[in-house]
């Protein structure tokens, strides 16, 4: 079960292994191999939003950002198994993001939320949105009306998600975000000085020159790609929809400690 509180950085290394949002993950090294190798190969649907240009036509140099920065095996001969995220670079991140969150706590900034994971990180999501408004951000509120070839962008609990058929949809397309952005200039509301994501929602805002941060599993490198050029901000490696969404409960709790935002 989730640990209670707010764990020290051990127990939630601990924690992340024993859960595996980190350590011996679900996701198998085949699948994790084949996305690099369409990313590399150009498949936008890979890019998450993010314009790599010929950059990162290499495998092998996808393969060794992601043995950096998220921790799977970096043996190029490695091709087939079990594969790993390495739990200390997921705490690192995390305490990248929050300094980043502490930022826009003390300027008071605008910040957006979303997530085509609505499975797994929706609650953590609107938990940190949650602490962010209680410390005097704005917190945007998306248009109404927007949609997308795959559903409608909605808003739920202060977290953009895309609905489809009455169910809130699994999505990693940049085109949720792209809609939300254009929406809002043509209402003549500004942008968000900050957004909190995942995949392609966080990599389109990063691209269109918006402050970002975002969870991204290991099967999904562009963000890891677009934190090692610098035009996202913070990518935080993870398994983005293990058995329980409460057990990300800890790393959330850690993550509001470490940006000065947890309830007193």
Same mark, same amino acid.
Request: charged share 25%; proline share 6%; glycine share 10%.
């Given at each position: 079960?989730?640990?209670?509180?707010?764990?020290?950085?051990?127990?939630?290394?601990?924690?992340?292994?024993?859960?595996?949002?980190?350590?011996?993950?679900?996701?198998?090294?085949?699948?994790?191999?084949?996305?690099?190798?369409?990313?590399?190969?150009?498949?936008?649907?890979?890019?998450? $939003?993010?314009?790599?240009?010929?950059?990162?036509?290499?495998?092998?140099?996808?393969?060794? =950002?992601?043995?950096?920065?998220?921790?799977?095996?970096?043996?190029?001969?490695?091709?087939?198994?079990?594969?790993?995220?390495?739990?200390?670079?997921?705490?690192?991140?995390?305490?990248?993001?929050?300094?980043?969150?502490?930022?826009?706590?003390?300027?008071?900034?605008? =910040?957006?939320?979303?997530? $085509? +994971?609505?499975?797994?990180?929706? +609650?953590?999501?609107?938990?940190?949105?949650?602490?962010?408004? @209680?410390?005097?951000?704005?917190?945007?509120?998306?248009?109404?009306?927007?949609?997308? !070839?795959?559903?409608?962008?909605?808003?739920?609990?202060?977290?953009?998600?895309?609905? +489809?058929?009455?169910?809130?949809?699994?999505?990693?397309?940049?085109?949720?975000?792209?809609?939300?952005?254009?929406?809002?200039?043509?209402? $003549?509301?500004?942008?968000?000085?900050? =957004?909190?994501?995942?995949?392609?929602?966080?990599?389109?805002?990063?691209?269109?020159?918006?402050?970002? =941060?975002?969870?991204? !599993?290991?099967?999904?490198? @562009?963000?890891?790609?677009?934190?090692?050029?610098?035009?996202?901000?913070?990518?935080?490696?993870?398994?983005? +929809?293990?058995?329980?969404?409460?057990?990300?409960?800890?790393?959330?709790?850690?993550?509001?400690?470490?940006?000065?935002?947890?309830?007193?």
């Amino acid at each position: 079960m989730p640990i209670p509180g707010t764990p020290s950085r051990a127990e939630l290394v601990e924690h992340l292994v024993r859960t595996r949002i980190a350590g011996d993950v679900a996701t198998p090294r085949e699948n994790n191999l084949s996305h690099y190798r369409e990313l590399a190969n150009g498949n936008r649907h890979y890019w998450l $939003g993010l314009e790599l240009g010929d950059r990162w036509s290499d495998e092998q140099d996808v393969l060794a =950002v992601m043995a950096e920065r998220v921790g799977v095996n970096d043996d190029p001969g490695y091709r087939y198994g079990q594969d790993t995220i390495d739990p200390d670079l997921t705490v690192d991140a995390l305490e990248r993001m929050a300094a980043r969150l502490r930022k826009a706590a003390e300027g008071g900034q605008r =910040v957006l939320f979303a997530t $085509g +994971h609505p499975g797994g990180l929706l +609650h953590v999501h609107h938990e940190t949105a949650r602490a962010l408004r @209680a410390a005097g951000c704005e917190i945007v509120v998306i248009p109404d009306g927007l949609q997308t !070839d795959e559903g409608y962008v909605m808003q739920f609990a202060d977290v953009a998600v895309l609905e +489809h058929g009455a169910t809130l949809w699994h999505t990693h397309s940049p085109e949720p975000m792209r809609a939300i952005l254009r929406g809002l200039e043509g209402a $003549g509301r500004p942008l968000p000085d900050l =957004v909190v994501a995942d995949h392609g929602w966080a990599g389109c805002a990063a691209q269109l020159g918006i402050d970002s =941060v975002g969870y991204a !599993d290991s099967n999904d490198p @562009a963000l890891f790609l677009g934190e090692a050029e610098g035009t996202l901000q913070v990518a935080v490696p993870l398994d983005d +929809h293990v058995l329980s969404p409460r057990y990300y409960d800890p790393m959330t709790a850690y993550l509001l400690e470490q940006a000065g935002l947890a309830e007193s």
